[in-house]
C-alpha cells in the first residue's frame, strides 16, 4: 500500500490531502501518523509528530500544515496478529517538506508599555538577518520599517521532564524568534504590515487596529483561559472557529488568555501547532496571555527566565489600559502573599490608577479564586487568594476578576467574602475554552448566579459608563448568560 500525498511542498497553515487504496481491512486502532524523516520506520510507530486514526472503508484525510522547518513523512501502521499485536510499519508517503524553511510563522501582536506602541513577534528558522516589519496606513504601499531582536533557547534551558529531552515528542529545535517594537502609532487607526527579511521572504500582509487613547472610546475584548490545541484538547477548535469569526466580522480591540495556554507539556512541537493555530487571530488583534500552571519552566528565575525578574521564580506581573479599562495579570503561579514583591506590586499599580481616565479596573490570574463546584481535597490556593488578594480587590474597587483552571464557566453576584454587597467584585470562571470539560456536582452557593459545564468563550463590551458582558456557548454561538455594570 502506497500514501499519495496532494502536495510535497508546503505553507505554514496550507492543508495537504493523504490518500492511498487499502489492501487490508484495518483494525480499530490503525493510524497515520506524521514523523520526523529520521525516525526509524520498524520501531518509531510511536515517535510521531501527529497522527489520526483510520476508519474502516477510509481512503483519505487531510491534514494542517506546521511549518517545523525540516523533512516530513506520513506513515501508515497498523497491527499484527489479527489486530492484537504490537504495530508495524505498512505504508509511507513521500517526503513533504516547507516550501520556504524560513517562511516567517506563528505571527502575533501584543500590546507595548505605551498607549503608541505594538510588538509585532513572529519565528523562523535563521539568525541570519536582522528581522524586519514593514508597516504603513496602505496595503499597497508599506512606507515605514522597523528593525527587530532575535532570541531561541534550547533544551538545557529548560528545567526537567520532557522539555530538556531531544525527540518529536519531548524538546525540538524551536527556530528563532523575532521580536519588534512599532512605535509613535495613532489611536484607533489601522496598520497594514509584513514581517521577514528580503534575503529569506516576507509573511502575508496582515492588518491590525491600534488601540484608542482616551477613556470615552468603546472597546471590545475577547476573554478565555485553558483553550490548548486542536485536536489534542476537545474544545480548541470550536473555540478557535467562533473566535476568528468575530474578529474577523466585529471591531474586537484584543484578546486575553489568561493561563494554560497549549498545554504542551513539554513537547515542543505542539507550541509550533498552537502558535500556528492562534495565528489567524493574534497576527490580528493583540493576544495577551497571562501565566498559567502549564507555562511555568523555570523555578530559580535569573538568566534562564525570560521575565528577567529577580528571585525565586522571577515572574513580572503586567498591566495595560484599553480605552476605559485599565487590566492587571498577576500569577497564581508565584508568591502573591503580603511579604512578596508581587504583593508590593499589586498594591502600587491599583492604588495608582487613575479611574477617572479608566473608570473600569479588570484583573486576570490563571487559578480561580471562587468556584462553587465541589471539591475534595478543598484547593488551598484558592483559599490563599481569598486571604491575601481578595481584601485588596475590594479596597480598590476592582469591578472583575477573571480567573480559569477549573474547565466550566462560573459568574458571581458583586460580592466579597462568600457574600453579595453592592460594592463587591463581580467574580467570572472562564476556563472553558478547550481542556476536557469538568463534571463535577455543584454545591448550590448563593452568591453564584450562573454556571455550566459547556465550551465557549467570552466578550467584554465597554464605554466610560457601562460595561456590558456576555458567555457564548461554541455548539451554537448563541449567549447563554450576560451581564452589565455600570458607573
Not at 39 to 45: D, N, V
Not at 187 to 214: K, M
Not at 274 to 283: C, D, G, K, L
Not at 287 to 294: R, T
Amino acid at each position: 500500500m502506497d500514501l499519495h500525498v496532494s502536495a510535497s511542498v508546503y505553507a505554514s497553515n496550507n492543508q495537504i490531502e493523504v490518500t492511498w487504496t487499502p489492501t487490508l481491512v484495518p483494525c480499530s486502532d490503525d493510524f497515520i501518523g506524521i514523523y520526523f524523516v529520521e525516525i526509524p520506520r520498524p520501531t518509531g510507530a510511536c515517535d510521531y509528530f501527529d497522527y489520526e486514526f483510520v476508519q474502516t472503508n477510509q481512503t483519505s484525510m487531510w491534514w494542517q500544515m506546521v511549518n517545523l522547518r525540516r523533512p516530513l513523512e506520513f506513515r501508515y501502521y497498523s497491527r499484527d496478529h489479527n489486530c492484537s499485536g504490537n504495530y508495524s510499519f505498512a505504508a509511507i508517503s513521500p517526503v513533504v517538506q516547507p516550501l520556504n524553511y524560513n517562511e516567517p510563522t506563528q505571527l502575533h501582536l501584543a500590546y507595548g508599555d505605551r498607549i503608541d506602541q505594538m510588538f509585532v513577534s513572529f519565528v523562523t528558522n535563521s539568525s541570519s538577518y536582522i528581522p524586519q516589519c514593514q508597516y504603513g496606513l496602505d496595503p499597497s504601499s508599506l512606507e515605514w520599517q522597523m528593525n527587530g531582536t532575535t532570541v531561541t533557547y534550547t533544551a538545557s534551558d529548560m528545567c526537567e521532564g520532557k522539555a530538556n529531552t531531544w525527540g518529536p515528542q519531548t524538546f525540538i529545535d524551536p527556530g528563532f524568534m523575532h521580536t519588534i517594537l512599532l512605535n509613535s502609532l495613532r489611536p484607533s487607526t489601522t496598520y497594514f504590515y509584513r514581517v521577514g527579511t528580503d534575503e529569506h521572504g516576507w509573511s502575508s500582509i496582515f492588518s491590525f487596529t491600534n488601540r484608542p487613547v482616551n477613556e470615552d472610546s468603546e472597546v471590545t475584548l475577547i476573554a478565555y483561559g485553558d483553550m490548548g490545541l486542536s485536536p489534542v484538547e476537545l474544545g480548541a477548535k470550536s473555540t478557535i472557529d467562533r473566535v476568528r469569526a468575530r474578529v474577523m466580522s466585529t471591531n474586537i480591540t484584543c484578546l486575553l488568555h489568561i493561563g494554560d495556554i497549549s498545554y504542551a507539556r513539554g513537547i515542543g512541537a505542539l507550541w509550533d501547532a498552537f502558535m500556528t493555530q492562534v495565528e489567524p487571530i493574534a497576527s490580528h488583534v493583540p493576544y495577551m496571555v497571562g501565566i498559567g500552571n502549564h507555562e511555568y519552566d523555570h523555578v530559580t528565575g535569573g538568566e534562564k527566565d525570560p521575565s528577567g525578574a529577580p528571585g525565586p521564580g522571577g515572574f513580572r506581573p503586567a498591566c495595560f489600559d484599553v480605552g476605559p479599562i485599565h487590566i492587571v495579570y498577576y500569577s497564581t503561579e508565584h508568591d502573591f502573599r503580603h511579604s512578596s514583591p508581587q504583593y508590593a506590586w499589586l498594591e502600587g499599580d491599583l492604588r495608582s490608577v487613575n479611574r477617572s481616565r479608566t473608570p473600569w479596573l479588570i484583573v486576570g490570574s490563571h487559578r480561580h479564586m471562587y468556584t462553587s463546584e465541589l471539591e475534595n481535597p478543598v484547593d488551598l490556593i484558592k483559599l490563599m487568594l481569598q486571604l491575601y488578594l481578595e481584601p485588596l480587590f475590594y479596597k480598590y474597587h476592582v469591578d472583575v476578576n477573571f480567573y480559569a483552571h477549573r474547565h466550566s464557566y462560573e459568574r458571581s453576584c458583586p460580592m466579597y467574602q462568600n457574600k453579595c454587597v453592592d460594592d463587591g467584585i463581580t467574580q467570572v470562571l472562564i476556563g472553558m475554552a478547550g481542556q476536557d470539560l469538568d463534571s463535577s456536582t455543584y454545591s448550590g452557593a448563593e452568591w453564584s448566579l450562573y454556571h455550566d459545564q459547556q465550551y465557549g468563550y467570552t466578550q467584554v463590551w465597554a464605554n466610560r459608563t457601562y460595561l456590558h458582558f456576555t458567555y457564548y456557548h461554541n455548539a451554537d454561538d448563541a449567549i447563554v448568560d450576560q451581564f452589565t455594570l455600570n458607573k
